[in-house]
């Protein structure tokens, strides 16, 4: 029986890697697999994922307005979805992904962010807490050497932001995985 996965984890915890080895090990078995990501994430390129070892992919864009099901079935049957940056999916996508898996029994994997800057859900990231049947975290660490929770948002200083829109796509110039002790005494230090 086919489960929907979320697999997430701080900036930096390899999680559009092991989208990508996920691909891989799949495709090796001789199977199909379907690469998707939202259009939110134009950071690498619009259709492609990825990571910072290195390993590219194409993947198809997944818009706002689409139908993640009528997608699907225009491309025809894949033995499994794997979704990028699933953080930046609608609620409304998750749970097509998760009809998917129900009436398609096909497993779909996603990768991505839980929360935000300031430790708040994505809508994307929420909607897979609630419904998907397998949640892992993929740890990272801290500077400190503590578990890394938090996807701090800094400036070209450094210095720790607190205030913004949720979505700014950027990488190490741009955000800093940290424990949340550390988040909190950095702001405090500015």
Request: aromatic content about 8%; proline content about 3%; hydrophobic content about 35%.
């Amino acid at each position: 029986m086919a489960k929907l996965y979320f697999k997430y984890g701080a900036m930096g915890s390899s999680k559009s890697a092991q989208a990508l080895i996920t691909k891989f090990n799949y495709e090796e078995l001789g199977m199909t697999v379907w690469l998707i990501k939202p259009s939110t994430d134009t950071r690498d390129g619009a259709n492609l994922i990825k990571s910072r070892i290195g390993l590219v992919e194409e993947a198809d864009i997944i818009k706002p307005e689409q139908d993640i099901i009528e997608e699907y079935r225009k491309k025809g049957h894949f033995d499994v979805i794997i979704a990028d940056e699933s953080q930046f999916l609608t609620p409304e996508h998750i749970d097509q992904l998760r009809t998917l898996v129900d009436t398609e029994d096909i497993p779909v994997l996603c990768f991505g962010l839980r929360t935000d800057f300031l430790t708040h859900f994505f809508p994307g990231s929420q909607r897979l807490m609630e419904v998907a049947d397998s949640i892992t975290e993929i740890k990272t660490v801290c500077a400190c050497g503590s578990k890394a929770t938090v996807n701090a948002r800094i400036d070209e200083k450094g210095r720790i932001i607190t205030k913004g829109d949720q979505v700014m796509l950027g990488g190490n110039d741009s955000y800093i995985a940290m424990c949340h002790r550390c988040w909190k005494l950095k702001q405090l230090e500015q």
